[in-house]
């Protein structure tokens, strides 16, 4: 991952309803740590930690937050003269946008003893202070969830897609289930088993006489170039839509042999193609023979 163009600590906060844990969760899926409403007396205690811990931190806090209005431009001051690079972001958008998204949303507002008109202005005019301190103010009236993500992800440093989507490899067998997080899961139990081969039938797929039989086969080689070049369609339109995590699964009957040689296979071949690949084999030790 490339150094960011900002840096934390970061301290997050804005009106109700305005995405600020989009803006805090797609910081923490490129690795930053990330802390939602506490009680503003422990705020500073957050903070004592190494360097690199604090160029990680998100604060997310908001009107939940006992005293918010009051205490925290003083602690904000405090801390930023304690810690230099320390940032402030203020989200926000427009009356009418904030309306809308709580109608849709259907979740009250953290000023819920008036009505939602009311309590909107009210937190818009009390968080003056706040936001008259920020480092950046994000409006989302007109960006979309997807926008937002992008436009932080772009701040941050995120330059390649790529960067964002973590891809997990698992092979498993057949006969334990099929892994419940998997996105894409491939059956190829259509290959040759080196189960039937009296020398093989006790190794793994990764070891490498394994590896050389079922190299041995046109139909395989043929198999992992399909599914890469499937993976290779798709991987990119994963990454459009901003998904962070991607389970693969590959499995055979035993989740011995094929599943764990092809799963080798396709997490190289995407290493390759950049991705951040980990792979690991669910079932390969369940088995004796």
């Known amino acids: 991952m490339t150094e960011p163009r900002f840096s934390g600590p970061f301290v997050i906060t804005g009106l109700s309803g305005s995405g600020k844990t989009v803006l805090s969760r ?50 904000y001051r405090q801390l930023a003269r304690q810690y230099k690079g320390i940032q402030l972001i203020f989200v926000e958008a427009s009356s009418e946008v904030l309306l809308r998204r709580f109608s849709v949303a259907r979740r009250p507002h953290p000023l819920r003893d008036r ?24 409006d989302t009236t007109n960006l979309s969830p997807h926008d937002l993500r992008r436009q932080i992800l772009s701040l941050a440093g995120v330059d390649s897609s790529q960067q964002l989507l973590s891809v997990d490899v698992q ?59 499937l993976l290779g369609y798709l991987l990119p339109r994963y990454l459009r839509e901003l998904k962070t995590n991607l389970g693969i699964a590959v499995g055979c009957t035993g989740g011995r042999h094929r599943s764990v040689y092809i799963a080798e296979r396709l997490a190289t071949s995407l290493r390759e193609l950049g991705y951040q690949v980990a792979v690991h084999h669910r079932d390969k030790d369940r088995w004796r023979f």
């Open 115 to 138: 009505s939602l008109e009311q309590a909107i202005a009210d937190e818009r005019e009390s968080l003056r202070e706040v936001r008259a301190l920020a480092d950046l103010v994000v």
């Open 171 to 229: 092979s498993f067998s057949y006969l334990q289930g099929v892994p419940p997080t998997a996105s894409l899961v491939f059956d190829v139990r259509f290959l040759p088993n080196p189960y039937f081969e009296d020398g093989l039938r006790p190794l793994a797929g990764d070891d490498p006489l394994v590896a050389g039989w079922l190299a041995d086969f046109p139909e395989v080689a043929e198999a992992v170039s399909r599914i890469v070049d």
């Open 26 to 75: 797609t910081l923490e899926d490129i690795g930053y740590l990330c802390v939602d409403n506490i009680p503003l007396d422990l705020v500073p205690d957050l903070f004592q930690r190494t360097q690199d811990e604090m160029n990680r931190l998100v604060v997310v806090l908001d009107v939940r937050a006992s005293g918010f209005t009051r205490d925290l431009p003083e602690i």
